[in-house]
Nanobody, 117 residues
Framework: QVHLVESGGGLVQPGGSLRLSCTAS????????MGWYRQTPTEQRELVAR???????NYADSVKGRFTISRDNAKKTVYLQMNSLKPEDTAVYYC???????????WGQGTQVTVSS
């Protein structure tokens, strides 16, 4: 089994920052595109940022200019730096990815991000 462990969430005031981390098991991380997703109780899981094995990134419009995705292949870890956080960023954040077009890993537990004053 290959799995993911997300961490770094918490409670932050509007305008604040958090850095999420996601560490993978297995041996395919370096050749995998990895993405950060988020989900609320009332919304479907949405992709907010993605980074290819080449380092090329793309972002959802709602987070563009505020969030930055990066990766460290030696540590099998993908990061999400979140700045200028807004209450609507409140969600459980997950990561996933794979070497092909579909997600390869089992979904992790996610990490809760709450933006509130």
């Amino acid at each position: 089994q290959v799995h993911l462990v997300e961490s770094g969430g918490g409670l932050v005031q509007p305008g604040g920052s958090l850095r999420l981390s996601c560490t993978a098991s297995g041996n395919i991380f370096s050749i995998s595109a990895m993405g950060w997703y988020r989900q609320t109780p009332t919304e479907q899981r949405e992709l907010v940022a993605r980074i290819r094995s080449s380092g090329l990134t793309n972002y959802a419009d709602s987070v563009k200019g505020r969030f930055t995705i990066s990766r460290d292949n030696a540590k099998k870890t993908v990061y999400l730096q979140m700045n200028s956080l807004k209450p609507e960023d409140t969600a459980v954040y997950y990561c996933n990815g794979g070497p092909g077009s579909s997600n390869y890993y089992e979904w992790g537990q996610g990490t809760q991000v709450t933006v509130s004053s």
